[in-house]
């Protein structure tokens, strides 16, 4: 795992010299979308817990014709889940494996960055909350999600700017990598330049209450719909057992979180005068944990939702530094955050073995 925490700590010492000694922040942000390109693309596949499941599935797949002819028996797969190594597989069959994950870890890094530029004040700031979590989950993980969410962050920039019809095609395309990108939708509900700590603590409240009792109306409504990704959450979900859908509330990386969303409702109105983006993001990061709380009855959905909408952490988390007078105190504490969110993941939740590279042996 010292692959990790190295890679980590670059990070951090990137976001020292970058504030300290203004380095262009351009540059700095091109230097990391290399490395971290570089870092998920070539991983081995058994690094991650899905990679296996992703070859499997990049294997099943036949001509991309057949993807239009029997839909009924592909929907499970949205169209560049399939489409992308159908194709590749017809061009390069030796090395369509390693060529999908490429594209992947381009698209989805380079959508993630260029959504924390526009929003973060602090990017390579932003990279370091990025890493131990989003990134090791999804760049390294769940990589279809991954470019998901790195569309929720633009839009989320889209919207703050009205730019509409930006966000309807930038939604239309996620679409084509995950279905959950029909969640992005809510984020047009959500009021830019008013923010109510009220109102927002309310929210926060009952939805905790909700969450002690597990209601799983909410789900039961859910289900009933017959719609593509609905159909696709039914049938994963009948699969798994009580014991595989059971979810610890209030697990530590959970409380961590919670305990910074309060903290950046408290001082909304501080941010908001530092970042325009203020006020967007911590409802988003609220409706991150709302989901969380109103789904866990479905741990799948929950965490799902929840992780997300969680991607909105990038810009959020840096907000501390604006809350404290002395500077390195916000930093300390993002960092610090940070480092213990990695080591949950690494070390309790096991989301990735030791890194290493991919083996271009098994290509042939």
Known sequence: MVFYYLFFFLLVFLAVLRDLFFFDKK????????????????????????????????????????????????????????????????VLPHLYILLVFLLYAIIGVHLNLKGIFK????????????????????????????VA??????????????????????????????????????????????FSRKNALIILVASLIISVFRSDFIIAALLHLNFVFIVKLSNTLQAMDEEMNSIHIFNVAFLLNLAALFWLIYKAHIIQEKNKYGYLAIKVHLLSIVSY?????????????????????????????????NKIIGYSIIFIYALLIMAINLHVNDLLKPYGFFKLESLW
């Not at 036949?62 to 993807?67: C, H, K, L, M, S």
Request: aromatic share 24%; charged share 10%.
């Open 293 to 325: 709380l109103l789904f866990t009855s479905m741990s799948m959905v929950a965490f799902r939702l929840y992780e997300f909408f969680g991607i909105i952490n990038v810009i959020t988390v840096p907000f501390v530094i604006y809350t404290f007078k």
């Open 27 to 90: 540059l700095c942000l091109l230097f990391c979308f290399l490395l971290l390109f570089f870092f998920s693309g070539f991983r081995d596949v058994d690094v991650s817990k899905d990679g296996t499941n992703y070859v499997t599935g990049f294997e099943m797949v036949g001509t991309p014709f057949e993807y239009f002819i029997h839909y009924d028996d592909w929907f499970f797969f949205e169209p560049f889940y399939y489409l992308f190594p159908s194709i590749l597989k017809l």
């Open 149 to 194: 969410c790195g569309f929720l962050l633009l839009c989320s920039y889209y919207h703050y700017h009205q730019k509409y019809f930006s966000f309807l095609i930038s939604v239309l395309v996620s679409l084509l990598f995950h279905y959950v990108s029909l969640l992005i939708l809510t984020v047009l509900i959500l009021k830019t330049k008013k």
């Open 119 to 146: 929003l973060s004040y602090f990017p390579i700031v932003s990279l370091v909350v990025y890493f131990p979590q989003n990134y090791l989950l999804h760049e390294m993980t769940q990589i279809r999600v991954g």
